[in-house]
Nanobody
Framework: QVQLVESGGGLVQAGGSLKLSCTVS????????FSWHRQAPGKERELVAY???????TYADSVQDRFTISRDNAKDTVYLRMNTLKPEDTAVYYC??????????????WGQGTQVTVSS
């Protein structure tokens, strides 16, 4: 069983930055990648970024060149650095651990989410 806990969300003005953290615990031998997703009210959940075991990263077009996903294995933590934030980035951000990069499976793992609000 894998447990994920997000932190670091909050209020920020447009153009500002935030760094989200996801602490990982449990057996992760089946986990091949970690990702961040977000969901705004009334909208579908969307992939923001993911990083594989090999360290390759993929980003949504909407956050390309502004967000950076990274890992710190010593601290069992996955990060999402968000720069040049825009009001449209406002959403609940979720940490996710899965087996197949880019695919959401029923037995994948999710955190509880952390709210990010960007004001104009």
């Amino acid at each position: 069983q894998v447990q994920l806990v997000e932190s670091g969300g909050g209020l920020v003005q447009a153009g500002g930055s935030l760094k989200l953290s996801c602490t990982v615990s449990g057996s992760i031998f089946k986990v091949n990648y970690f990702s961040w997703h977000r969901q705004a009210p009334g909208k579908e959940r969307e992939l923001v970024a993911y990083v594989t075991r090999g360290g390759s990263t993929t980003y949504a077009d909407s956050v390309q060149d502004r967000f950076t996903i990274s890992r710190d294995n010593a601290k069992d933590t996955v990060y999402l650095r968000m720069n040049t934030l825009k009001p449209e980035d406002t959403a609940v951000y979720y940490c996710h651990a899965g087996r197949i990069p880019g695919m959401i499976l029923e037995d994948d793992y999710w955190g509880q989410g952390t709210q990010v609000t960007v004001s104009s």
